[in-house]
């Protein structure tokens, strides 16, 4: 979607680093949502966003914290990346609803 | 939170054949949403049913959602090639305060074999 972007694309980093994913929308959509995707596990909702500084934990969140200072970004921080966090990490944004999802395309993270 | 399951997990086809796809929730929902998602990449949109809705088409999709029986389902005909992809459906419930949260089951992996 042209107006998701996540950053960065891909990454590779060691175990017990932190890292930080961004997702930048130029949609001004309230919610913003962080999905990983696992084989066999379809798609699970790490923690979202329904607001500037409105956050809530999804259903795999923890080892992760999110931060949503202004609209359009949102922050996905590993505190201490494992081999378990490695995945695919999706961003998506949502205005209302009864619209749909936007979802970027995707950041895979390799945990070494 | 509110998670729907795709059934069947995996199905493959013959091209020009028929699709169909099934999707069941747990709880009340303001709507249903039918998404695609092609190997490593985002989700597509694809179909929104509003909870007061029974059939909505959408090219060579149909969905239907019956409500009563807590369930949806999906079906693409004359099917193509380009339709092999996962399917995942999403229904949408309002949460207090007005957070709200889309969560995605496993979905559907469809092939459609030349």
């Known amino acids: 979607d042209a107006g998701i972007t996540q950053s960065p694309r891909h990454k590779v980093t060691e175990t017990g680093t932190p890292v930080t994913l961004r997702c930048h929308q130029t949609?001004?959509?309230?919610?913003m949502y962080w999905y990983r995707q696992d084989p066999g596990h379809g798609l699970r909702l790490i923690h979202y966003?329904?607001?500037?500084?409105?956050?809530d934990k999804g259903e795999v969140s923890d080892g992760y914290s999110v931060s949503r200072s202004k609209t359009e970004d949102f922050l996905l921080t590993l505190e201490s990346a494992t081999s378990s966090q490695t995945s695919v990490y999706f961003c998506?944004?949502?205005?209302?609803?009864?619209?749909?999802?936007?979802f970027g395309n995707g950041t895979r993270l390799t945990v070494t | 939170s509110q998670q729907g399951e795709e059934d069947p997990q995996a199905l493959s086809i013959q091209e020009g054949e028929n699709a169909t796809m099934n999707c069941s929730y747990k709880?009340?929902?303001?709507?249903l949403q039918w998404y695609r998602q092609n190997s490593g990449r985002g989700l597509v949109h694809l179909i929104l049913?509003?909870?007061?809705?029974r059939e909505k088409h959408s090219g060579r999709l149909r969905v239907t959602l019956d409500t009563s029986k807590k369930s949806s389902s999906l079906l693409i005909t004359a099917s193509r090639a380009a339709d092999t992809a996962s399917y995942f459906c999403?229904?949408?419930?309002?949460?207090?305060?007005?957070?709200?949260?889309?969560?995605f089951g496993k979905g559907t992996k469809l092939t459609v074999n030349p």
């Open positions: 998506a944004t949502w205005d209302s609803y009864n619209s749909p999802l936007h």
């Open positions: 949609e001004n959509h309230r919610y």
């Open positions: 966003s329904y607001g500037v500084k409105d956050t």
């Open positions: 709880t009340s929902i303001n709507n």
């Open positions: 049913i509003r909870s007061n809705e």
């Open positions: 999403a229904p949408s419930q309002v949460h207090q305060g007005g957070s709200e949260k889309l969560v």
